[in-house]
């Protein structure tokens, strides 16, 4: 059964950041077979459409005029076993870490670096989150969304899906098109882990662990995430507030000629991909709070909500943040969440 939309809801606590926005309408989304009908009467009714996950990689800016599909469905089907590989398919509405803490208590490996990312399932593929070297593309089978545009069912392979650094088909193409149902992994039934970034072999070695388990990685990822991040039930953010600026060689040459300590690492065709923490704490932005909108003081690329922040106080501090690091570094920082203006 439909659930009836709610109107004029309150939207602060489904976002992480707990930015004050309300939606003309607020309808749950419970069974996905209902989306051809629900968006076709959120068009009747006017206004603009969004889809909302967990509401960890938006910045509210402004009201929503009108339907805002707040995507609930659940359910983990197993859809084929081959002899070292597990196919599962997760309904959008999934919480993310539940999902990466039931396939690790099942024995599907593979998602144990992802551990503890806000959001749900469906919002992951939109900008293929990553963490400690894993990024969602490497485990991604296939997506299957509504398109509400062409009115059709869409199943897109992971290589349709053109996932780049935080970046996919959905913020692209299919942006404010495509409402993600289902997403299908691809896991290992047998153990192996990627545990090579700094982060996470330090963690590693401090526990003392000699034969690495996916459940070490997963124990140790929580850790350092705990250990830096702040959680948003308790601390309002929406975690990286900007991507991790990408140079050509040429450029980065240059950078690091002037910074030589400059934090970074190598990524495709020769680019180098620099750590915008660095660069931001360089600045001497860590810690930094205006009114309610701040820098997180252990993770300078975190911009925290500590009570009454307004989407203008954030992105003012933004702006600010950003124009010192270009003027010093001549690097331009793009922002990550998803901007409503
Ligand atoms: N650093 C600083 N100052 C800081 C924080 C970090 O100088 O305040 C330096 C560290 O020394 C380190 C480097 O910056 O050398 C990178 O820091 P970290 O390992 O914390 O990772 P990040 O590049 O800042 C990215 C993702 C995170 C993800 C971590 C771990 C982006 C935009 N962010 O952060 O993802 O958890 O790597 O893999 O790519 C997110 O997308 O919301 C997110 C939290």
């Known amino acids: ?45 006017g206004g603009s459409i969004l889809v909302l996950g967990g509401g960890s990689n938006i910045v509210f800016g402004r009201d929503i005029d009108g339907t805002v599909l707040h995507m609930r469905t659940r359910g983990i089907d197993v859809l084929a ?20 803490a039931f396939a690790l208590a099942h024995g599907w ?8 990312i806000p959001g749900t399932v469906g919002a992951a593929p ?8 894993v990024e969602l593309i490497d485990r991604l089978d296939h997506v299957d969304a509504w398109d509400m545009t062409g009115r059709r069912w869409l199943r897109l392979s992971a290589a349709e899906c053109l996932a780049g650094y935080r970046d996919s088909v959905f913020k692209r193409e299919l942006a404010g098109r495509a409402v993600i149902t289902r ?3 691809r ?7 990627r545990c090579d970034y700094a982060d996470l072999q330090r963690e590693l070695s401090s526990r003392g662990v000699a034969q690495v388990t996916p459940q070490h990685v997963f124990d140790a990822v929580c850790a350092v995430r705990r250990a830096k991040l702040p959680d948003p039930a308790v601390l309002g953010n929406a975690g990286s507030f900007f991507r991790n600026p990408v140079l050509t060689a040429d450029a980065a040459a240059t950078l690091l000629a002037a910074h030589p300590d400059a934090a970074h690492h190598p990524a495709a065709d020769g680019a180098v991909k620099f750590a915008a923490a ?13 009114g309610d909108a701040g820098v997180h ?45």
């Open 81 to 100: 076993h081959t002899g070292s590989d597990v196919l599962v398919s997760v309904a959008a509405g999934e919480n993310w870490h539940a999902w990466v």
């Open 126 to 133: 939109v900008q293929n989150i990553g963490a400690y070297g």
């Open 1 to 45: 059964m439909i659930q009836p939309a709610q109107t004029d809801a309150d939207l602060r606590y489904l976002n992480t950041l707990h930015l004050p926005a309300r939606a003309a309408r607020l309808q749950p989304v419970d069974d996905a077979s209902d989306l051809p009908a629900l968006t076709e009467a959120a068009r009747n009714t």
């Open 183 to 185: 997403v299908a992994f």
């Open 109 to 116: 490996h593979g998602l144990e670096n992802l551990a503890l």
């Open 187 to 193: 896991l290992g039934t047998r153990p192996e882990v």
């Open 297 to 341: 003081d252990r993770q300078a690329l975190v911009l925290v909500n500590h009570g009454e922040a307004s989407a203008t106080d954030l992105l003012d501090l933004a702006a600010d943040i950003q124009a010192s690091v270009h003027a010093r570094f001549g690097v331009t920082l793009e922002p990550e969440p998803l901007i409503l203006l």
């Open 278 to 290: 660095w660069l931001i704490d360089q600045c001497g932005w860590k810690g930094a709070r205006r």
